[in-house]
């Protein structure tokens, strides 16, 4: 059996021994028949970023089929407000039969589908954010001739009330095990039912963030995923943050996956990590185990659109709270290796040629492994505010923007922006003031956005209203000054945290 389906823990890909990408409707119909489904479900992120749901009884096998065959049509106004108007807003929406699981939840046996979006007419609803990505991925394709692959960390705060014994130490959450962390468990069973959802999880643990506030305690935690397309990365991502929220409802306990919920305390990012694969093989690493230069261009250009790409990564007052110095969260346009105060970060990746294994483990036989695969790079600004799927697509155009640009361009903004220290130490101001800076706010990112549209909107990738609808929402909150109001003033912090603390 194909290692990839042994134990894997998604009830369909075991039940019909298929990877996701075979799903057929047959099979669909197969399992909705021999796993006795009594429903089905149809599930797709709105412009407000969280999912929403269609159900259908199985009435009987013929309903079944015209269900997953025909889909059903929804009111596109009520959930793309900035791009559809309500004279026109039917769309159509169609199941993905490579993302179907069974409803972890559910008490009646449900098998749910991330949906597609289409028109009147029957072609791809253009401003929909997945529709957005598959473009971009398409474009980076068709441009580069390599697939852009990518993986989330998705950080969120767990709440519940304070419990004296073994109290945590504040801010030094990371890596902590039980007794000292106390909802380890609620994020194993999270992790558990992600994966049966289909996320393919790398790894789970508490994080830094950790205090007690008003009677309860928050505790930070990271959940990481693989690699995958990149589209596959944002189904998995925001799945990832339905499950979370569903298991943390049913266990009596509140979660927060905003940018900032206090000052002074680690905030929560949604760092994105990438990788170019060439032919089945990561073009991140060049034959010298070191990082390619095809890697540099790309680097290159998140660094060119790194402001704007806030637009689409961060998307509230409150992620600009987390964009501060001295918090692990980046502020300046640079990138290195290792290095966590850097925008993009390039984290090690096993490209050290010494078998660490056999070293750990001297009765083992030394064994040759390629792993190429692990190499990524980092990009650290976003956060869980993002619309994920415009999140992917802008970083896939700003990825073949610097692979677009001539070599010698690309590699010298590439050399001009490498950081090898913490930029935020004092001794290091002089390198800090060559930097560019991160947008502090919305109202910046929004002119960001603006000044390089045409760049998003080139090859039809971003459609202008869907840029002109992001412009509009980001302005709407008039965040200025929002920042240093809020500094002096706890209580308007505290309206804000109250006010975003449920965001994408």
């Not at 021994?17 to 399992?31: C, I, Q, V, W």
């Not at 796993?35 to 009884?57: C, H, Q, S, W």
């Not at 640009?405 to 001794?427: C, G, N, Q, W």
Request: charged residues 25%; negative net charge; hydrophobic residues 35%.
């Amino acid at each position: 059996m194909d290692k990839r389906i042994e134990l894997n823990p998604n009830e369909v890909v075991a039940f019909l021994g298929k990877l996701p990408g075979e799903f057929t409707r047959a099979d669909m119909l197969t399992f909705i028949r021999e796993k006795g489904i009594r429903m089905i479900d149809f599930m797709y992120p709105a412009e407000d970023g969280r999912v929403k749901t269609l159900n259908f009884t199985v009435n009987n096998l013929e309903y079944a089929e015209t269900v997953i065959t025909e889909g059903e049509r929804v009111d596109g106004s009520s959930l793309f407000p900035s791009f559809i108007e309500a004279g026109n807003s039917d769309l159509y929406v169609l199941p993905r039969y490579r993302t179907a699981f069974v409803d972890p939840f559910n008490e009646i046996p449900t098998l749910c589908f991330l949906c597609s979006f289409y028109d009147k007419n029957g072609e791809p609803f253009d401003c929909a954010p997945y529709q957005t990505l598959m473009r971009a991925e398409d474009a980076f394709y068709q441009s580069t001739g390599m697939t852009f692959e990518a993986m989330g960390e998705l950080e969120y705060y767990v709440i519940t009330e304070a419990d004296s014994l073994f109290p945590a130490t504040d801010q030094k959450g990371y890596h902590e095990s039980e007794p000292f962390a106390k909802l380890n468990d609620f994020r194993r069973a999270c992790m558990v039912r992600i994966a049966q959802t289909g996320g393919q999880i790398k790894y789970g643990h508490s994080e830094v963030g950790n205090f007690t506030l008003d009677g309860k305690i928050y505790e930070q935690n990271e959940i990481e995923f693989l690699p995958n397309p990149v589209e596959t990365a944002a189904d998995q991502l925001l799945l990832a943050k339905w499950v979370i929220r569903n298991l943390a409802w049913q266990w009596g306990l509140d979660v927060s996956f905003a940018p900032k919920i206090t000052t002074g305390k680690a905030g929560s990012g949604m760092h994105i990590h990438m990788r170019l694969m060439n032919d089945g093989r990561n073009a991140t690493l060049g034959p010298d185990g070191k990082l390619s230069d095809i890697a540099r261009r790309a680097i290159a250009g998140l660094m060119m659109m790194a402001p704007s790409i806030t637009a689409f990564g961060n998307k509230n007052p409150t992620s600009y709270f987390r964009l501060v110095p001295n918090q692990e969260a980046p502020t300046n346009v640079c990138w290195g290796d290792c290095n966590r105060s850097a925008l993009v970060r390039v984290p090690l990746g096993w490209s050290s040629g010494v078998d660490m294994c056999t070293r750990t483990n001297p009765h083992e036989k030394p064994v040759d492994v390629d792993t190429t695969d692990k190499q990524t790079f980092e990009m650290r600004s976003p956060d869980c505010s993002a619309d994920i799927y415009q999140l992917m697509a802008g970083l896939c155009v700003a990825a073949r923007i610097g692979l677009e640009m001539r070599e010698e361009e690309a590699l010298k903004i590439a050399a001009d922006t490498y950081v090898d220290m913490d930029i935020h130490k004092s001794e290091n101001a002089g390198r800090l003031a060559t930097l560019d800076s991160l947008p502090t706010c919305c109202s910046e990112s929004a002119a960001c956005l603006q000044q390089v549209r045409e760049i998003y909107e080139a090859d039809g990738v971003f459609k202008p209203r869907m840029i002109d609808g992001i412009i509009s929402s980001l302005k709407a909150h008039h965040d200025k000054h929002l920042h240093s109001d809020a500094k002096k003033d706890p209580a308007l912090m505290r309206k804000l945290v109250d006010q975003y603390f449920y965001c994408g």
